[in-house]
Every structure is written in structure tokens, then in C-alpha cells.
């Protein structure tokens, strides 16, 4: 039952010169620059941007985006395994588990501006289930890197399929795109939906809209 494996679900496959196109395993290209420290890169980017990075309200801010980058992008150093660690536990249970509404921030990319909303993460379990606050942080895993939504959304499926080895899975991503609500287009209201699915959430129809009927009804808890 298990379909063929997401060969970019897991970053280390990159590091391991498996697969050479994204990532620190990338082919090194020349890098005139690999020696400036980042601070220095950012102080340079605000004279481009027109501003004084000596003035006083800019004096830290190259260190506080140096630190605040290596944040947004920790999950690139995160590993599925380990923030799941021993929280797997038996359990015969067959009917359909979601956690909903999971708060998700990322960033795109592309302009390497946030987008962020929601995720919706269900499986049907074959006997093994996960600890629910682990689905959340495996979602962190991913959206904590530069993304896009579509495989943000591919790689949290994939990992919930490798992790429970479940009989089926299904996730959903809403989200905001700052890149589109602030520039470009500046569409502020457009939300962009994406879903990935697993196993029986694929072939069973009625799985499948059960899954997005759940996900996608307003629920306000009271
Ligand atoms: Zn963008």
C-alpha cells in the first residue's frame, strides 16, 4: 500500500548529494561573498535600500536579522524523527483523526516574505497513532524554511505517511501570501488553499470529502 516516497520530503536527502537541486548539498557555486560576515551583507543591503545603517535605529538591526533569519529557517535543521521521538503509541483505533486550525508561518521562496494560516492535518491510523502537539510541531519542521506552499504541504503529508504508517492522509494548507498581499498584485483578501493526500484518503471518494467536509466547515469552538 505504501506509494513511491517524495524524494525532497526530508532536506537530509540534499545533504547526502542524493539530490543536488535545493539545499546546503547544492552544487557550491562561486561565492566571492563567503567570507563577509552576514551582518555585514545586511549593513550593505541597507545603504542599497537608500538607508544609513549607522543611524542609531539601525545600529543592531543587521544582528537581529542575522538571528531572526536563522529562526525563521530552523527547520532546515530540524529532523522528523527527532521532534517525534518515542510520542507513537499503539492503538486500535480505525476511524478518522484530524487536527485542525494547526497555526502556521512560513516564508516564501521566492520574495522571501511570510505567508501563513492554517493547517488541517487528518489520518486514518493502522494501528499506531501519534501524540496530537507532534503533528503541530511537524508541521514547523517544514514551514520553518523557505517554502512554497504546494510542498510545504506535499512534505507534511509525507511525513505523517512515513512517520504512523498510516492507512491513509490527508493535510490542508490556507494560507496568506504577504509577497501577493503586499506587493505585485496586492490581492489582500485571497487565500490560497492546498491539499495533499495519502492512501485511502486517495482512493476512497468518501474518505476524501469526509476529510475536507471537517476541515473546511466553520466550526467556532464555544
Ligand atoms: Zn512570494
Sequence with gaps: ???????????????????????????????????????????????????????????????RVAKSLEWL?????????????????????????LVRDIEMYSMCEHHMLPFFGKVHVAYI??????????????????????QVQER??????????DVIQPQGVGVIVEAFHLCMMMRGVEKQNSKTLTSAVRGTFRSDARTREEFLRLSLANVSPA
Excluded at 557550491?28 to 552576514?38: G, N, S
Excluded at 521521538?85 to 483523526?97: C, L, P, S, T, Y
Excluded at 501524540?131 to 514551514?143: E, H, Y
Design 73 to 97: 529557517t530552523r527547520g532546515h535543521r530540524l529532523d522528523v524523527a527527532r521532534v517525534v521521538g518515542d510520542a507513537i503509541f499503539k492503538e486500535d483505533h480505525h476511524n478518522m483523526i
Design 1 to 63: 500500500m505504501k506509494e513511491e516516497r517524495v524524494s525532497d520530503s526530508d532536506s537530509g536527502a540534499a545533504e547526502e548529494g542524493v539530490v543536488a537541486v535545493e539545499g546546503p548539498g547544492a552544487a557550491e557555486p562561486r561565492r566571492p561573498l563567503a567570507d563577509v560576515p552576514f551582518e555585514e551583507l545586511i549593513r550593505e543591503m541597507l545603504w542599497r535600500l537608500g538607508e544609513d545603517p549607522g543611524r542609531e535605529g539601525l545600529l543592531k538591526t543587521p544582528e
Design 152 to 161: 510545504l504541504t506535499e512534505q507534511i503529508a509525507q511525513a505523517v505517511w
Design 125 to 146: 491510523p493502522n494501528g499506531r497513532i501519534v501524540g496530537l502537539s507532534k503533528v503541530a510541531r511537524l508541521v514547523d519542521v517544514f514551514a520553518r524554511r523557505l
